[in-house]
Structures are given as C-alpha cells and as structure tokens.
C-alpha cells in the first residue's frame, strides 16, 4: 500500500472528485496513484519527460491494478488535453513551471492548477495572475526537514494584491522560518548592499504580516 508524504497528502487534498487532471512530472506516480485508487478525481493521466521515471509510475500502476493512461513528454506537449480542467506540477523549480505553461494553447480548457514550486514563489506567483489565474489557497507544509509551498489557483478575472504575490498567504511558522533565512543572508552582505536592504525591506514586511 502506497503512503503519501505529508506534501503529497496537501497537494492530494487540493483535488476534488470532479477533476479530471494531469500529472506532469508525475515521478513514481504515488500521487496519481492515491488518488485514482480513493476515487479523489474524475480522470488522471500521468507524465513525466524522464522514461526511467515513467517506467517507475508505469509499473507501480500496474502492481496497483489501475488503468492510468501515461505520457512521455517534455512538460504539456504530447498530452492530449481533450476533457482535461486541472493541470497539477510539483517538485521542479519555478522557471521549470512557468515554461510549462506558456503554451497557451494547452491551457484552454484548464479551470485549475495546483502547483509546488521548489524555489523563486513571488515570480511563479505573479506570473500566474499575469497569465488569468488566481492564487485561491496555500498551504506550507514541513516535510522531512524541508518547507514546500503549495499554491491552489483557480481561473478568473480576480487578481491577488502585492502583498500576497509576495508572500502568497503566509502563516506564522513559515514567516518565522523565512525571517531567519534572511537574517543568515544579512550576516553575509554588506550593509551598504542593495541586496541587504532587499531582504531589511522584505524583513520588515513579514513582520507586519505575521503579527
């Protein structure tokens, strides 16, 4: 039997029963997997641009007694979009995501993305409310020693604030993790550095959030 990690049961617990999705990235498939056999989801197919890694996904489908229809593909482009409404991309790095989804075209029918990003938040951020999707939910989960970020958007007209491209809807654990992350950057930067007067600036801006 196939135990989620706490990141996976987060990004599992953004999925409905009326999602058809697409899992691009989808590694040993545990995810597609879960959620398929629980009956969280409509429809999933799953991807991956590595075979190895699909290979993986492939047979522990099989060893789980589903049927998962599984693409090789360099993020969307040889997944066939048809009847498709979410796209769900974790564990690569933000300029990795955004390439994913320039391709407009794949994106016609997609009413939702749920993404977990492994660096560079803001820019993944904005870049979604630049492209019609609204930041609706976001969970930081600590796992194995590691914080993720997992991002909830929807399509829409709305448009987060700054505020919350920034810094996404922050809690307090996770503002206090960050605040000590760039006060370990401070140390290493002279004060006369606009790079130290970023991170004072962004310092001071958690603070007022997480109070």
Known sequence: MIRLSKRLEVLASFISNEDSLVDVGCDHGYLSIYLKKNNKCKRVICSDINQNALDSAIKNIKDSNLQIDCYLSDGLKDIPMNNIDTI??????SSTIIDILKNKDKLSSVKKIVLQSNNNHEELR???????????????VFDKGKWYVMMLYSKS?????DSEIKYGYINKDYGL????????LL???????DDYLKYEKKMKEIKTIIK
């Open 177 to 184: 993790y960050l605040l000590n992350t760039y006060q370990e």
């Open 126 to 140: 904005r870049f979604m409310n630049d492209i019609g999707y609204y930041l609706e939910r976001e969970e930081f």
């Open 157 to 161: 007209n709305k448009k987060n604030s």
């Open 187 to 193: 140390k290493k930067i002279p004060s006369d550095n």
């Open 88 to 93: 769900l991309i974790a564990g690569m790095g």
